[in-house]
Structures are given as C-alpha cells and as structure tokens.
C-alpha cells in the first residue's frame, strides 16, 4: 500500500507572533495571533506533524528562540523546526527543544562544510530546505542568491542528506497552489524524500500532491490555507488518508 501523504501544518513566528508571509518578503506579514495557541490548535486537530520557524531568526531580525522552544517542548507531536540554523550553537539549541529534526537553509549554501559535518553526525535528524526561485537558491531570509538546486541536491546527496524541505518562493504564501512540476523534478533528480512547501490552496491540491508520494513527495507543509480557513486541517487530514 502507498505511503499516505504527510502534513505539517506551520507556524512561523516574528516578533513573538504566529505569522504568514507573501513569497517570504520581510513586511508582507499577517498576524495569526499566540504561536503556542496555533501549534495547539494544530495537534488538537489531530496533526502528526509541527512545521515550526523562527522567521527573525532567518531574516538575522533577531531570534525567538525561548518561545520557539516553549512551543516546541508543548508538543506531543512530532516537530521539525527550522530559521537560523547555521552553526554548532544554534543546531544545540534547536536540537535540545527535543524536535524530531530540523531544516538547514542559509548554511547549506554559506558553510557546506559544516553542514556535511553535522549531516554525518546526526542523520535522520538534519534536513535541508531548498528554497528556490525558478531553479536558484535563496538564503539569508530568501535576500541572497546561494547556487543552483540541482547542483547542491547533487553535494547532499552525496553526503548522505536524509531529506529535502522544498519550497517555491513564488509559491509561498499566494494560495496559487504548489509547483507540480518542480517537485517532479527534483523528486527526479534525488532518491530522498521531499516535504512540499508552498502554495496549498485547496483539498485538490493536497490530492495533488498526494498523487507524486509514489515519486518520493513524503508530505507537504500547509500554512496560508489553514490560517484563511480555506479547509480544516481535519478536512485536510481526511483528504490525504487514502
Ligand atoms: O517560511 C518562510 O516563510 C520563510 C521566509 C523567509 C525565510 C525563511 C523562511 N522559512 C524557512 O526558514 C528556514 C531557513 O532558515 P535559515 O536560512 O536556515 O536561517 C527554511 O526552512 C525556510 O524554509
């Protein structure tokens, strides 16, 4: 039987607050409140999954690594967390909030050295989000340029990435639906798993993405969609079961 569709619903977090943001530009964002009250939300609907980010943290706005980690050691779920890992301090204290894994963006273009290095030490626990525009890499809160995707998917494949967080920058954010294509292609291009991310706008599109698990789509991170009640994550949940 085909594995079934994983979903993370995300709470990303500025300024102390659960927020969305339009193709992750600094300024677009909208304020959904308590992150912890958001993450609870999430797990009492019945979520198996937290995508967790510290935006300020990504962007170098500063952190909100404390309650970050509240919400994160409030969850009986599981919790991938991401925004700001990019050297041996930030990786400890992300791994002691007790999250099932994490996502390494900026440090995968800026220090592939030290990203190789904790990929062999930690494993399943490292994931790396390619966040791209068109087939180009962004770091530093999606402001700089880091590479080309199939070119760096080749490197962590190489050194024994476990997992790739992928995420459409046109796409985040919109409600325009993911980018089919692009999964498809680097679900082509490596033999790891891929968490979708960006673009969710229906229950068809999590059908959509339900229908490339056979490709290596693992699962697919839902934010805008759930926060304009666009579907219940019940619904969504229901949608990706068989
Ligand atoms: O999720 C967002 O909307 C987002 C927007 C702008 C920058 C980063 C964003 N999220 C995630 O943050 C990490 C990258 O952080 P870093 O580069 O490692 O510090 C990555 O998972 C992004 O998808």
């Known amino acids: 039987m085909a594995q079934k569709l994983e979903l993370l619903p995300a709470v990303d977090v500025r300024g102390g607050r659960a927020v969305r943001l339009v193709h992750g530009e600094s300024g677009t964002e909208t304020s959904y409140g308590s992150p912890l009250e958001a993450a609870l939300t999430w797990q009492r609907a019945g979520a198996e999954w937290l995508h967790l980010v510290d935006l300020d943290a990504a962007f170098g706005t500063g952190d909100n690594r404390e309650l970050v980690a509240e919400v994160a050691g409030a969850m009986d779920l599981k919790v991938e ?7 041996d301090a930030s990786l400890a204290a ?4 007790g999250c099932t894994r994490v996502n390494l963006g900026t440090a995968a273009l800026e220090t592939p ?3 190789a290095e904790v990929i062999a030490e930690h ?10 525009r068109g087939t180009t890499l962004r770091g530093r809160g999606w402001t700089r340029d880091g590479g080309d995707l199939y070119e ?6 190489s050194e024994g990435c476990a997992r790739y967080v992928v995420t459409d920058i046109a796409k985040d954010g919109t409600l325009q639906g993911p980018n089919l294509g692009l999964l498809r292609d ?11 991310s960006g673009g969710v706008s229906s229950l068809d599109d999590l ?5 490339l698990v056979p490709l290596g789509v693992e699962g697919a991170i ?10 219940t994550l019940e619904e969504a949940l229901e949608a990706v079961s068989r």
């Open 207 to 211: 059908r959509a993405l339900a229908g």
């Open 186 to 196: 680097v679900c082509a291009a490596t033999d790891r798993p891929v968490v979708a």
């Open 152 to 157: 760096t998917l080749a490197r962590l494949d």
């Open 123 to 132: 494993g399943e626990k490292i994931a790396v989000g390619l966040d791209v």
């Open 94 to 97: 992300a791994l002691a909030t």
């Open 113 to 115: 050295e030290w990203v």
């Open 222 to 231: 839902v934010g805008k969609a759930l926060y304009a009640e666009a579907f």
């Open 81 to 87: 967390l991401s925004g700001g890992i990019r050297d």
